[in-house]
């Protein structure tokens, strides 16, 4: 009835700082502590909702949904990959001896990781899903090669021994290449990226020692001894399906494209945007910064006391500064106009304030509270809307009325409509007792949060626009450091931090090609060869990125991994089809489409598919996009080796 205005949900929140005391021997640090926190809650009576936020709790629900989500798409993964290896052998032994050599290679991975790292991470957990798409690949060749030379007439003994020598320099140049892929992130400044990179690097050769010790036995064992030849339904369509000259035309095309496009694409500074939207912490903190004139993300400048007013009056002038605030802003403005007025209201008021009559501090009998509501009713005639509310109120009550309730029911509407008007009237109270503030007046625990132990005063700068729009960010850290370069805080370190990441990976990438660059020319001693592999990946980065731009996915700190990974991880498809090329060549008449090589780069990008996809389906968005970019890049790069390195090999000799 007093307010101005209907109460927003602003008015009815209240915000309590909890510094949790975390268990860092847990998985969950913040776990015990926001359990307690909710055991209070549920204490509380009916209405009163309870919403936790904040850095810790994020990271706390953040996780659990990267913890469970691993773990679902791990099992996910092992399960497609599974189906993916009895689809493309046609052989249910050799299927399981790859998949018992892949689990024993996961094992000996995971324990490579405790001795090595120790703890994985938010990032570092995802290595169980990569090794499960990526490990699996140098089994599939060796069986796909030992399976086409028992079809040819081999017997099982020698057929393992050809295919060591076939495809055995062709692993272990791919696990060197992928594993300089994983390499690349060691140097960078993020832990958890860093040790993704130890861990997984380490999994591919602990996968090619599998698949060339513990695969060959378990062939031996349990392995088929004969098989069919194979009978091609696709002959035609394997066959080389272009000439050299019209793939690179085609190819120059395309790239060109791709690459214009590609240059749009864009960073997504803001970190929460990786975290699951519908998990509590961040619903709450969403609802908040939308439903608050308050923002969460502000800079901060340090100067001297002197330079703080004219430092504000700079940055208020500025379009895209909402407003400053330092520690003079505590200090009302106009106090000699605004305490005459209070003593003006002092005066008037007398002794109003201070002497309430003795019947408004007790509760009232129904019979006087029915009368007390007749008589304010017979004042507020003119508001129809309120006279029919307090009426229907009433009518409601008198039907309640008895002997029994009546004075239950009458102390209940008095604490109901009146029990704030005490507390109001000392509010009041204190107010006209107001004096002149001044610097030495404002609260230690207030003075310590903007002036520092030697003097110096921050100046907190506020945004004009939202800051959970990354172009709205760059403005505003952009306009604020034209007038003060040295301003610091969320907003400047999300956007120095995506910079730095990028930075960082942009390097990683050129290293990793040309380390891998220079590998290839060492082993083969060829440079066509060399240029060979590496065209179809340098193609289908560029289309990768063009696709990233066309449907909306930019990089952000998670996926930004995505390209040295598939450099490393693409290089793999070439090598194999470019070894089985000059070490043992197709038939006469016989495309290289047509041998167990291709076979080999189909199924191992369908395996790596099943687990990167896997992860694109993550509830947690990081994880996700990742999982995206992986799926894309890794699709994109078998196709153009597929189109393109045949025709580039036509061109050449043997």
Known sequence: LMASSPATDNDRRKILIVRARLDFSSLFPAGPAIKRIREIAAEFEPGVIVRITGAKAMSHEELKTVSSGMGFAGLAALIMVSLVLLFGLRS?????????????????????????????NLISVAFAVLYIGLGVDYAIHFSLRYRELLSIGRGSLAALRETSGDVGVSLVLCAVTTGIGFLTFVPTDFDGVSELGIISAGGMFISLAASLTLLPALIRLVGPREVAPRTEKFAALLKQPFGF??????????????????????????????????????????DLVAGSDAPPWTLSVLTTSDRATPTRAAL?????????????????????????????????????????????????????????????????????????????????????????????????????????????????????????????????ALRTRWVSADGRWRVQVKPAENLHDNDALARFVGAVHAVVPEATGTPEVNLGASTVVTAAFQQALITALVIVAALLWWLTRRLDDTLFVLLPLILAGLITI????????????????????????????????????????PAAGQS?????????????????????????????????????????????????TLVLLPALLSRSSK
Request: hydrophobic letters at 50%; proline letters at 3%; one cysteine or more.
């Open 316 to 444: 208020d002038a500025v379009n895209e500064v909402a407003g400053t605030v330092s520690l003079a802003t505590y200090i009302p403005r106009d106090q000699a106009d605004k305490l005459a007025i209070i003593d003006d209201l002092s005066l008037t008021l007398g002794t109003a304030l201070t002497e309430v009559p003795a019947d408004t501090r007790s509760p009232a009998d129904a019979a006087r509270l029915k009368q007390a509501i007749r008589a304010y009713l017979a004042t507020t005639a003119s508001d129809a809307g309120l006279w029919q509310t307090l009426d229907d109120t009433l009518k409601r009550a008198e039907a309640r009325l008895s002997e029994d309730t009546g004075e239950l029911l009458a102390a209940q509407l008095q604490q109901a409509w009146l029990g704030h008007f005490e507390r109001q009237l000392a509010d009041l109270r204190l107010a006209m007792q107001a004096d002149e503030v001044s610097m030495s007046d404002l609260p230690a």
């Open 546 to 585: 063009a696709a990233m731009v066309a449907i909306g996915i930019p990089f952000n700190f998670a996926n930004v991994i995505c390209l040295p990974l598939l450099l490393g991880i693409g290089v793999d498809n070439g090598v194999h089809m470019v070894h089985r090329a000059r070490a043992a060549p």
């Open 92 to 120: 249910v032994r050799l299927a399981l001896t790859i998949i018992v050599t892949l689990i024993v290679g996961l094992v000996w991975t995971a324990a490579y990781a405790a001795a090595v790292v120790g703890d994985l």
């Open 592 to 640: 290289i489409l047509q041998t167990s090589t291709a076979r080999g780069v189909v199924l191992s990008a369908l395996t790596t598919v099943c687990g990167f996809g896997n992860l694109a389906y993550s509830s947690h968005p990081g994880t996700a996009s990742m999982g995206q970019v992986l799926t894309l890049g890794l699709a994109l790069s078998v196709v153009c």
């Open 245 to 286: 000259n019209k793939a690179m035309v085609a190819a120059c095309i395309v790239g060109v494209g791709a690459a214009a496009v590609a240059w749009h694409v864009r960073f997504d500074h803001n970190p929460v945007n990786l975290r699951d939207a519908k998990t509590e912490s961040v619903a709450t903190y969403l």
